[in-house]
């Protein structure tokens, strides 16, 4: 089974291509990812009340998801390699990309694990939900001494925070990247994780009308 799928993902990595799962994987997590930076922005600006407690129940739901895909999406990648394509063959740029690469990681678990535990405080403000369906446990920080629970809550603020600060440098950093790429350097990067649409001279074109040379000719002459 693990061998067949390694089989059926490098049949496109050896094609300079992201695998059908791979690119699930990046544009499920990026949606989600810009889909929770606006939210989480917009509930922060709310007045306190129901309405606010909602939509946080609402972020809670669609940023825990976040971190299994980020688990689903490292195993993945120790499965099936990436692609090396022209962005790989870019020096000290292609150096910066890994970083970048590496930092996102981070962030896709730093910020649902912060805001777990925020949501696990003594003021919870509701039982948790994954997807807004699956119940999902707190954090046992009413274990802890209040002193350390609130020392923990404290650093999960800060590092809900920081992650959001680095994902907003880090997604105009990696957008423009991958546009520069594609647009100016003419490289394949930015199509490898798109979905494979076949050209114009993919085997189920063959049927197409061909102009026989007569037909050309009298044409060429006509004109
Ligand atoms: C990729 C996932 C996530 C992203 C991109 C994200 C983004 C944000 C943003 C932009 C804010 C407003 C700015 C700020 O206060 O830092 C915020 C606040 C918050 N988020 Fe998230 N979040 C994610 C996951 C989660 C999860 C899974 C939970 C809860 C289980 C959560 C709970 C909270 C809470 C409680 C706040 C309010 C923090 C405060 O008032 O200091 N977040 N988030």
Redesign the pocket.
Known sequence: MIEALRKWGNSYTERGRYSPVGIAFHWIMAA??LF??GW??W??WMMPGGDKVAA?QI??AA??P??LLAVGRMLWRTLIVDPYNDADRQGVQTKIAHVTAILFYV??FS??LS??I??SSIAAPGP?YLGGVLPWPQVPLSDLAPRTAFVILDLA?DV??AS?IA?LALIPAHVGAALKHHFWDRHDVLRGMLPEVPDWQDDRTAGRHTPTPTALRQGTEAG
């Open positions: 989600l990812v929770q930076i989480g922005f509930t922060d946080y972020h809670s940023g825990l976040v971190l962030t896709f910020l649902p805001g777990w925020m949501w948790l603020e809900h925070t959001v994902l």
